[in-house]
């Protein structure tokens, strides 16, 4: 065990050494004639695993891939030392540079400004930028960002998302996904699903592919700012371009999305945002004309109209999206303090900084007040290899996934993140959170068996769903999230196994995947969740979980 201890730390030390880079250089994208990824990830190529499920090699050709970075290459090659399970190990490296080699769209410089670097990232089979994703998508790589100035690096892709994400808001800050920058050359995308849509404020489509108001869509935009920050310290960076602006319509657009239903004589308050669209599908809109279902006063949340999943949520106060604005609000006001030291030119920067730690403060003493249900019994449910359970005082504690201020609140979890299970992993709870109650209880209840409306239990994956896909639908990003939140070696190979015979021997993570069913999924090409897939195994090389990776699969 201490040989293999001794390989897994020569691996983590492929991290690259933090230097600056030499002159800039520009990213060759492919040529038009590589195929494209959503026909070409339905089919299996050669060669195949060796493994039961002759899982495919699905990665493009190099010439084809929109970004190529060998640090990254290197780590997929050196890990194979360490999973020697040929079907896992084709599995991640499949997904793990999917991102890089299917979804870097374009990646340049701003019209009015070539310093000005910009990065469009597509989801994956629909070619329109999500905030939510596109942060999400290059997290799978923050453990090899180090500051570089190339524009062949990391450090660029990352500042060109910040960049553009940037733009975004200030045009449409209650937006979640948006049409290419217009120096990319490439045509805005068609959403026929938005055509009927009714939305206050009203948007551009040539800019904006989709405006459903998502707290955690603002939440990503402060995410991927405090992770480049924190890998790179670049400081300076954020006081270019129109990052400072930015963030300054962030907290202006959640404040203004504090506004409750009533006014203290019982007036319908004019709402800062509305959303309606014909549609068979409840959650495709908000009740009420728009408004959606009413909000108390003075609870300290943020609303949000829609999830993480683009459903529309019940009770608007969506908990796991103020976590996850909690936490990185307070990161960003770190990041805008230190920029006080570097410009004694921009105004209004300790205000700034001030009000984001405020309110991230009293987000945190909000969520403590309104969203720790205490339920009368609770007994913790079986999961996957757990038989015990617990009545203690407690234990009786749980985060409710969505509030109302009123008294009303659901007690379930969405796959889609942010969520209730993946708190841990963007800091609302601390890493120590194995011994915090109120997590674990939470955290039991969601894989519980029939604790949670949205717990998926079958032969082929037992993992959460939600509304987007439905019922019986599992969705493989809930699983991953499981293995990151545990520490249990048992747990986490059984759930693992269960992620690598679940692909329909295509190679790669679906979006949801039937648990009786495997040949019914959703999505062939979902870059968010293969890259996840990738930085679950970083983790569980980084948290010394090697056994883990060295064993069977089959």
């Not at 979980?545 to 069977?552: C, T």
Request: hydrophobic share 35%; proline share 7%.
């Amino acid at each position: 065990m201490k040989g293999l201890s001794n390989l897994i730390t020569q691996i983590l030390g492929l991290l690259p050494a933090r230097q600056s880079s030499p002159q800039p250089q520009a990213q060759i994208q492919p040529p038009s004639s590589c195929p494209d990824y959503s026909s070409y990830a339905k089919t299996r190529h050669e060669p195949f695993s060796s493994g039961r499920h002759a899982l495919p090699y699905q990665r493009p050709a190099p010439p084809c891939r929109t970004f190529n970075s060998s640090v990254i290459e290197s780590f997929i090659t050196n890990m194979s030392t360490i999973i020697t399970d040929p079907d896992l190990y084709r599995l991640f490296e499949n997904t793990y540079p999917n991102t890089l080699d299917t979804a870097i769209k374009w990646h340049g410089s701003a019209a009015n400004n070539s310093a000005e670097e910009l990065t469009f990232i597509i989801t994956g089979d629909i070619n329109a930028m999500w905030l939510r994703d596109s942060a999400n998508q290059l997290a799978s790589y923050l453990p090899f960002l180090t500051p570089s100035s190339s524009r062949d690096s990391l450090a660029s892709l990352y500042r060109g998302v910040i960049n553009l994400q940037a733009r975004y808001l200030l045009t449409s800050p209650f937006c979640n996904s948006f049409q290419p920058p217009s120096e990319s050359g490439i045509p805005p995308a068609t959403n026929s699903a938005a055509s009927s849509d009714t939305v206050y404020p009203p948007y551009d489509p040539e800019k904006v592919f989709e405006c459903k108001y998502e707290l955690d869509s603002l939440a990503s935009f402060l995410q991927i700012s405090a992770q480049y920050h924190g890998a790179t310290n670049d400081t300076a960076f954020f006081g270019k371009f129109q990052w400072l602006e930015a963030v300054q319509t962030v907290l202006d657009t959640a404040k203004a999305m504090m506004t409750p239903t009533y006014g203290p004589e019982g007036q319908v308050l004019e709402s800062p945002y509305t959303f309606t669209r014909m549609t068979t599908r409840t959650t495709e809109t908000l009740a009420n004309d728009g408004l959606g279902n009413p909000v108390a006063r003075d609870t300290g949340l943020i609303r949000s109209a829609f999830r993480p999943s683009d459903d529309s949520t019940i009770f608007q106060f969506l908990i796991p999206s103020n976590m996850m604005f909690a936490q990185y609000a307070g990161d960003v006001a770190d990041i805008v303090s230190s920029l006080t030291s570097l410009s004694s030119t921009q105004p209004g920067l300790t205000n700034l900084s001030t009000s984001l730690s405020s309110l991230s403060t009293s987000l945190r003493q909000a969520i403590s007040k309104h969203a720790v249900i205490s339920l009368p019994t609770l007994l913790l449910p079986t999961t996957l290899n757990s038989t015990s359970t617990s009545t203690s005082p407690e234990s009786e504690k749980v985060y409710a996934y969505e509030i109302d201020g009123y008294g009303s609140f659901s007690l379930m979890d969405d796959a889609n993140l942010p969520s209730l299970l993946s708190a841990p992993l963007f800091g609302f709870v601390s890493s120590s959170s194995f011994n915090d109650t109120i997590y674990q209880s939470t955290r039991a209840r969601i894989l519980g068996t029939n604790t949670n409306p949205y717990m998926m239990l079958g032969p082929v994956l037992n993992a959460v769903g939600g509304p987007h896909a439905g019922p019986g639908m599992a969705w493989p990003m809930a699983s991953i999230v499981r293995i990151m939140t545990s520490e249990d070696d048992e747990e986490i190979y059984a759930v693992l196994k269960e992620l690598v015979g679940s692909t329909d021997g295509l190679g790669l993570i679906h979006e949801s995947v039937n648990s009786w069913n495997e040949k019914k999924w959703t999505r062939e090409w979902f870059s968010w969740a293969n890259g996840l897939f990738g930085q679950m195994v970083w983790d569980l090389a980084r948290r010394r979980k090697g056994g883990v990776l060295g064993r069977s699969y089959q």
